[in-house]
């Protein structure tokens, strides 16, 4: 059974920082894409970032040299650590993954896809002051 459990969500004023985690078990990491993705209040669901299973790492543009998404694949843990955060950042972080076959990555890291056929935590809520 895939489990996904995030932790390290708070409240940071502008320009703070936060370390999310993801505990994630269930699932085999050679054959999968993860990452996360958040939702704002009011707000459709947005990508922020992802690793795939050759550990090559994708951000959205804004969040770009701000966020650092990492993988231990012995301790089967997953960490977000997000610098320089703006109230834009505001909203609840989902951790999440999917089984990935071939082709392009893009095929599986999408909203759509993880919901459809992914899997995703509880999430955790990230608040960022002015």
């Known amino acids: 059974q895939v489990r996904l459990v995030e932790s390290g969500g708070g409240s940071v004023e502008s320009g703070g920082s936060l370390r999310l985690s993801c505990a994630a078990s269930?699932?085999?990491?050679?054959?999968?894409?993860m990452g996360w993705f958040r939702q704002a209040p009011g707000k459709e669901r947005e990508l922020v970032a992802g690793?795939?299973?050759?550990?090559?790492?994708h951000y959205i543009d804004s969040v770009k040299g701000r966020f650092t998404l990492t993988r231990n694949n012995y301790k089967n843990i997953m960490y977000l650590q997000m610098n320089s955060l703006k109230p834009e950042d505001t909203a609840r972080y989902y951790c999440?993954?999917?089984?990935?076959?071939?082709?392009?990555?893009?095929?599986?890291?999408?909203?759509?896809?993880?919901?459809?056929?992914?899997?995703r935590g509880q999430g955790t809520q990230v608040t960022v002051s002015s």
């Open positions: 269930g699932f085999h990491y050679d054959t999968s894409c």
């Open positions: 690793i795939d299973k050759d550990d090559t790492t």
């Open positions: 999440a993954a999917v089984s990935r076959g071939g082709g392009a990555y893009e095929y599986y890291w999408n909203i759509e896809y993880i919901l459809k056929f992914g899997y």
